[in-house]
């Protein structure tokens, strides 16, 4: 049974840090892309990075751009997310979710339970 | 930036057939996947490549794909199905992933 369980959650404070895991488990995790996908309360999904299966391809929406960094330990099955100089609006439930490389493009078919960040003074 | 565009809300009472359209420019050249969000829990894939459904999905759903409109249809809904909605695409190169803003389907 595919598993993926985040951890790291919790709040911060303006300004903060705060690095987030993915544990992966009843698959390959290194034959996968993953992902990270984020939800602000009573909101809708928004799409935050990807990192392609051997860690040598990254990718970040424009709004986390320079500020959040991805990455994979595939000896570890687990997948991170480090968020530097969090702002107020980084507040959100963080899922981790598989990805699968379609034709063109890509979609999601399993995800984590999801991590809440909350940025506040 | 590019985006998807979906309904609000849908409305429709038990046994009906729920309709869910989203709308974007480059739906002609990418799949669209829809997922299925209850209240505190994590979204569920329930379309894939347009209108193909992954194991353990109930037959009642079905995706179908017209030009720049891509629509998750619901037949027979149940109290069950009561959710939120959201499909994701991908911008015409295909390197962005989008989603749409979501669709809260109320069962009456």
């Known amino acids: 049974e595919v598993q993926l369980v985040e951890s790291g959650g919790g709040l911060v404070q303006p300004g903060g840090s705060l690095r987030l895991s993915c544990a992966a488990s009843?698959?390959?995790?290194?034959?996968?892309?993953m992902h990270w996908v984020r939800q602000a309360p009573g909101k809708g999904l928004v799409w935050v990075s990807r990192?392609?299966?051997?860690?040598?391809?990254?990718s970040y929406a424009d709004s986390v751009k320079g500020r959040f960094t991805i990455s994979r330990d595939n000896a570890k099955n687990t997948l991170y997310l480090q968020m530097n100089s969090l702002r107020a609006e980084d507040t959100a439930v963080y899922y981790c979710?598989?990805?699968?490389?379609?034709?063109?493009?890509?979609?999601?078919?399993?995800w984590g339970q999801g991590t809440l960040v909350t940025v506040s003074s | 930036s590019y985006e998807l565009t979906q309904p609000p809300s849908v409305s429709v009472s038990p046994g009906q057939t729920a309709r869910i359209t989203c709308s974007g420019d480059?739906?002609?050249?990418?799949?669209a996947y829809w997922y299925q969000q209850k209240p505190g829990q994590a979204p569920v894939l329930v379309i894939y490549?347009?209108?193909e459904r992954p194991s353990g999905i109930p037959e009642r759903f079905s995706g179908s794909s017209s030009g720049t409109t891509v629509t998750l249809t619901i037949s027979g809904v149940q109290a069950e199905d009561e959710a939120d909605y959201y499909c994701?695409?991908?911008?015409?190169?295909?390197?962005?992933?989008?989603f749409g803003g979501g669709t809260k389907l109320t069962v009456l």
């Open positions: 979710a598989r990805g699968v490389v379609a034709t063109i493009g890509f979609y999601f078919d399993y």
């Open positions: 009843g698959f390959t995790f290194s034959s996968y892309w």
């Open positions: 990192i392609n299966s051997d860690g040598s391809s990254t």
């Open positions: 480059a739906l002609p050249k990418q799949y």
């Open positions: 490549k347009d209108s």
């Open positions: 994701q695409s991908a911008d015409s190169s295909g390197t962005s992933v989008v």
